[in-house]
């Protein structure tokens, strides 16, 4: 009989091989407080509890995860014979969060220092990072209900809202879900366009002069990004595009440094530091006002990743728990980007003061070197291919399974056809994921057409969406599962950190509404 076999050690304290025995679901508090007894880590806490749990359902949840979809919770029809196999680990979660969160924010965060000045501008990126770090380990602790070592998974947003708040509040997160996911598609469609654009300027003003008029349009850029998405969304879902996203993060580390290094050029070429610690001066209050809202908007919509950190947070294998490598993913990925933010806001304003451009890269404050310009550009483009994708990818797993389930037996919303192309693998096929998904890059497009207000667009999807997203459903989450009463000390704190943060969202979508009608009515 096996009596000594050590399960897991800290120093010298080793637990006996009797305690893996304990497979009874029940008593998972009972054990946590032994563990908590021999001052085991949080790590070894979850690493045993996920054991516990895989004895206890007899590997019932294993072959369930093999046939589960990424988004919804109910049997997916949609996809191919081969099962879905968790394989993502820290890094390929940091390279997924870069993705998605390092794009056409951190382009607009130099002018947003400039409306706020030396000392609000730096000092908000750094608020703003710190609250998407406390709002994310909060919902990654909600990925599994209904604690964070439970057999259920929650594999999307929504389905975690529903889980924990009900259908009601679901069906209105729904709403700014889908909105924001829709309108960082749009958002990246000006921004990419904006990239092929100032390409063919900078050339422009190479050969030309820098007085030259070097004019071109948008609408051609965006339908060009448009028919490359068409073509990447085919993509399945999460668990098949992690060399794009890893190809993304490092473009995004690229034009990053190059936006960095520029501004720092400048600024030594100068001899001096422009800016002021109020920012850019207007004619008015009230135009000042307007300005500071919507650098606060932009600056919301640079960090926030929160709709899509349970799609992230499902491609992790485990052991260790998924939301113990999720919360070390997301202070890594969120601490590398703040170091980018404030190099790249701070050194664009250093140079350029109260003329820093809406786009650091494509407003062409830098003309030399020209080949630079256009390599960092080029980069933004790609890593914009990578970053539409990890937003659209939700929406589209959202509708494929929704009509996979209303239609169990229709074989345009459920069937595959294979197709082998001539010097490339044979790929399948759905009709209804390449009509759906089609549409809703067209649809995208268009709307980025009607508004390419790169800055004002922006400055409302990031306000309008924080508060309910980033804030408010995750506290509440937080409450249901921590079992949080009303009034106690926590519950006021957490209360009153949401209602800040309330009246930054209002701030923020007055200002840009405001930015976006007078671009529109100009």
Known sequence: ?????????????????????????????????????????????????????????????????????????????????ES?????????????????????????????????????????MIVFASVTIVSNNILSDCYRYPDPYAPTRNRSYLEAVKLYLGDKLQTVTAV?????????????????????????KSNCYHKEGHQASCTYGDTLYMLIFGAVQIVVSQIPDFHNMKWLSVIAAIMSFAYSFIGLGLGFAK????????????????????????LIFQAIGDIAFAYPYSIILFEIQDTLKSPPAENYTMKRASVIAIIVTTFFYLCCGCFGYAAFGDDTPGNLLTGFGFYEPYWLIDFANACIFLHLVGGYQVYSQPVF???????????????????????????????????????????????????????????????????LNFWP??????????????????????????????????????????GSVEGLISAKLS
């Open 397 to 463: 797993g959202v509708a494929e399974r929704w009509f996979s389930k209303k239609y169990p037996n229709s074989a345009f919303v459920n069937n595959f056809y294979s197709f082998k192309i001539p010097m490339f693998a044979r790929f399948q096929v759905n009709p209804f994921r390449l009509c759906f998904r089609t549409v809703y890059v067209i649809s995208t497009t268009v709307i980025a057409i009607l508004f390419p207000y790169f800055n004002q667009v922006l400055g409302v999807l990031g306000a």
């Open 1 to 81: 009989m096996q009596t000594s076999t050590t399960c897991v050690m800290r120093g010298q304290i080793v637990l006996p091989y009797w305690l893996l025995q304990v497979w009874n679901f029940k008593y998972f508090e009972k054990i946590t407080e032994v563990y908590k007894s021999f001052q085991i880590s949080d790590e070894y806490v979850g690493s045993l509890k996920y054991l516990l749990r895989d004895r206890k359902m007899g590997g019932e949840e294993a072959e369930h995860d093999q046939q589960s979809p990424l988004l919804l919770g109910f049997p997916s029809t949609m996809e191919p014979s």
């Open 176 to 200: 700014f879900v889908h909105e924001s996911l829709y309108g960082s598609g749009i958002a990246y469609t000006i921004t990419a366009a904006g990239s092929v654009k100032a390409i063919l």
């Open 84 to 124: 879905i196999k968790r394989t993502g680990t820290m890094w390929t979660a940091i390279a997924h969060i870069i993705t998605g969160v390092i794009g056409a924010g951190v382009l607009s965060l130099a002018w947003s220092v400039a409306q706020l000045g030396w000392i609000a501008g730096p000092l908000l």
């Open 267 to 290: 600024v030594i070429e100068n001899g001096s530091v422009k800016g002021s610690l109020s920012g850019v001066a207007t004619s008015s209050f009230a135009a000042k006002l307007w």
């Open 469 to 510: 997203l980033a804030i408010f459903f995750p506290v509440e989450m937080y409450f249901v599962q921590k079992k949080i009463g009303t009034w106690t000390k926590k519950w006021i704190v957490l209360q009153a950190f949401s209602f800040v943060c309330f009246l930054v969202t209002v701030m923020g979508v007055i």
